[in-house]
T-cell receptor
Framework: DSGVTQTPKHLITATGQRVTLRCSPR?????VYWYQQSLDQGLQFLIQ???????AKGNILERFSAQQFPDLHSELNLSSLELGDSALYFC????????????FGEGSWLTVV | DQQVKQNSPSLSVQEGRISILNCDYT??????FLWYKKYPAEGPTFLIS?????DKNEDGRFTVFLNKSAKHLSLHIVPSQPGDSAVYFC???????????FGKGTRLSVIA
């Protein structure tokens, strides 16, 4: 158990819909990262927050957004969903902004039908 | 543009033998490298890391080798055990505030 909690574990939704994925980091960690794992794309970095502020942005679509709340939990919002958005979405956390090791949650499986 | 490449999607090894997983990178600014292991239905977990000031780091059955001139690193597992069967991700970062960049992973199967 990494200490990073993600909900929901599985989600099936229709194209065009909007979903929210939630992440609670490890106790004491201030950074939260979101990664997407598609079938043949490995782990693609989406976005990082540190203590409520956006710190780094990767290959995140404009239809996607994220935020980190004062209690340090984070949400990833995915809207106007397309079939290609079906993937495993991982949240990870670390203590600092540039930590060498990050700790992953178990992921949220999103299936868009 | 894949900055971290794991060119072997899968690898099969007999129990007790050595497993060698390879990783190449293109960004010469990377200075810290990690291997993560992922079992089905679980998130990736940190396995071992190496800084660019070293060329080898060992932790029990796991050893990571770094060849900076070739921009290549490898993970050696010896002896391999059935419980090592998993997907292994290579990751790298540079010294700035940059998140980890991951490869696509190599699925290792250790056959008893």
């Amino acid at each position: 158990d990494s200490g990073v909690t993600q909900t929901p574990k599985h989600l099936i939704t229709a194209t065009g819909q909007r979903v929210t994925l939630r992440c609670s980091p490890r106790s004491g960690d201030l950074s939260v990262y979101w990664y997407q794992q598609s079938l043949d794309q490995g782990l693609q970095f989406l976005i990082q927050y540190y203590n409520g502020e956006e710190r780094a942005k990767g290959n995140i679509l404009e239809r996607f957004s994220a935020q980190q709340f004062p209690d340090l939990h984070s949400e990833l919002n995915l809207s106007s969903l397309e079939l290609g958005d079906s993937a495993l979405y991982f949240c990870a956390s670390s203590v600092g902004t540039a930590s060498n090791t990050i700790y992953f949650g178990e992921g949220s499986w999103l299936t868009v039908v | 543009d894949q900055q971290v490449k794991q060119n072997s999607p899968s690898l099969s090894v007999q129990e007790g033998r050595i497993s060698i997983l390879n990783c190449d990178y293109t960004n010469s600014m990377f200075d810290y490298f990690l291997w993560y292991k992922k079992y089905p239905a679980e998130g990736p977990t940190f396995l071992i890391s190496i800084s660019s000031i070293k060329d080898k780091n060992e932790d029990g059955r796991f050893t990571v080798f770094l060849n900076k001139s070739a921009k290549h690193l490898s993970l050696h597992i010896v002896p391999s055990q059935p419980g090592d069967s998993a997907v292994y991700f290579c990751a790298a970062r540079n010294s700035g505030n940059t998140p980890l960049v991951f490869g696509k992973g190599t699925r290792l199967s250790v056959i008893a």
